[in-house]
């Protein structure tokens, strides 16, 4: 099974700021990396796919790098609605998720 | 605009079977260009996938569910659904239906585009 740790484990910054969030796999899962966005009573909210490539609908502030056993979700300057739990998962193998990053307004 | 609802009990004892179903509108599941799954979220804890399916093919699961897991499609209703047997208060969780499009062939190696809102099952004696 593929481990994914993300880090930090709760960032809190001020709306306008730069977000910041890692993932990194325990063995390398290419570029089969997505991202999530998770709010209580929403649906989950797909953002980033294949480690760059943003889902439909999702705004430019929202990008993704990395690839091998390394990625960044950056939020380049975070508005109100960013506030949230993030997830990264990995398509290579069998697929699996990260514990998550819980992003609060500082 | 597509839309996928969880709909199914919220409360179960210990060693009975959960049956979730998951509703979708806007597209139809028979679709060849998507595949249909199911992950879980327990309280406190991280993203679980639980398995994956599609119209033209066999379902997919997690090894560490497989045992009492069983995924089907029913066409006639475009509903998906999820039975777990033997439940205990480990499978207490939110559990979100998701489309996931066909950009791999092996049906679980693929991300999900679209989920639903997630319905919470607890089981408890």
């Known amino acids: 099974e593929i481990v994914l740790t993300q880090s930090p484990v709760t960032l809190s910054l001020s709306p306008g700021e730069r977000a910041t969030l890692s993932c990194r796999a325990s063995q390398s899962v290419s570029s089969y990396l997505a991202w999530y966005q998770l709010k209580p009573g929403q649906a989950p909210r797909l953002l980033i796919y294949d480690a760059s490539n943003r889902a439909t609908g999702i705004p430019a502030r929202f990008s993704g790098s990395g690839s091998g056993t390394d990625f960044t979700l950056t939020i380049s300057s975070l508005e109100p609605e960013d506030f949230a739990v993030y997830y990264c998962h990995q398509r290579s193998n069998w697929p699996t998720f990260g514990q998550g990053t819980r992003l609060e307004i500082k | 605009q597509l839309q996928l609802q969880e709909s199914g009990p919220g409360l179960l004892k210990p060693s009975e079977t959960l049956s979730l179903t998951c509703t979708v509108s806007g597209a139809s599941i028979s679709s060849s260009s998507h595949f249909w799954g199911w992950i879980r979220q327990p309280p406190g804890k991280g993203l679980e996938w639980i398995g994956t399916?599609?119209?033209?093919?066999?379902?997919y699961y997690n090894a560490a569910l497989k045992s009492r897991l069983t995924i089907s499609l029913d066409t006639s209703k475009n509903q998906f659904s999820l039975k777990l047997s033997s439940v205990t208060a480990a499978d207490t969780a939110v559990y979100y239906c998701?489309?996931?499009?066909?950009?791999?062939?092996?049906?679980?190696?693929?991300?999900?585009?679209?989920w639903g809102q997630g319905t919470l099952v607890t089981v408890s004696s």
């Open positions: 998701a489309r996931l499009p066909r950009v791999s062939a092996a049906p679980e190696r693929n991300y999900f585009d679209y």
């Open positions: 399916t599609y119209y033209y093919g066999s379902a």
